[in-house]
């Protein structure tokens, strides 16, 4: 059964780090990559950060670039995002996903599993 289990979350203070991990269990052969998407209520899910788990190859949205870092562990199978320097802004419920494909590697709909969400919130 595929499980995918985020940790880490929590309230910090504008400027802070907090790093997610995302525990992965059952998932099929095939998975090449790994994301991190970030949700609000009555918002679009947008990706944050994507990772190609053979090549190491990473991606970011734009508003993280120079402040978040994807990685992964396969001896562990956990990927994680490490934020720092954190805004009010990355306020957000945030969702690790696994997916076989190459098609926009920021884009929802090409993963195809997902964890329950954790919560991030950045206070000012």
């Known amino acids: 059964r595929v499980n995918l289990v985020e940790s880490g979350g929590g309230s910090v203070q504008a400027g802070g780090s907090l790093r997610l991990s995302c525990a992965a269990s059952?998932?099929?052969?095939?998975?090449?990559?790994a994301a991190w998407f970030r949700q609000l209520p009555g918002k679009q899910r947008e990706g944050v950060a994507s990772?190609?788990?053979?090549?190491?190859?990473?991606f970011y949205r734009d508003s993280a670039k120079g402040r978040f870092t994807i990685s992964h562990d396969n001896a562990k199978r956990t990927f994680y995002l490490q934020m720092s320097d954190l805004k009010p802004d990355d306020t957000a419920m945030y969702y690790c996903?696994?997916?076989?494909?190459?098609?926009?590697?920021?884009?929802?709909?090409?993963?195809?599993?997902w964890g329950q969400g954790i919560a991030v919130s950045v206070s000012s």
């Open positions: 990772i190609y788990l053979e090549s190491g190859v990473t």
């Open positions: 996903a696994t997916g076989q494909g190459v098609g926009p590697p920021l884009a929802a709909p090409n993963y195809h599993y």
């Open positions: 059952g998932l099929p052969y095939g998975i090449n990559r």
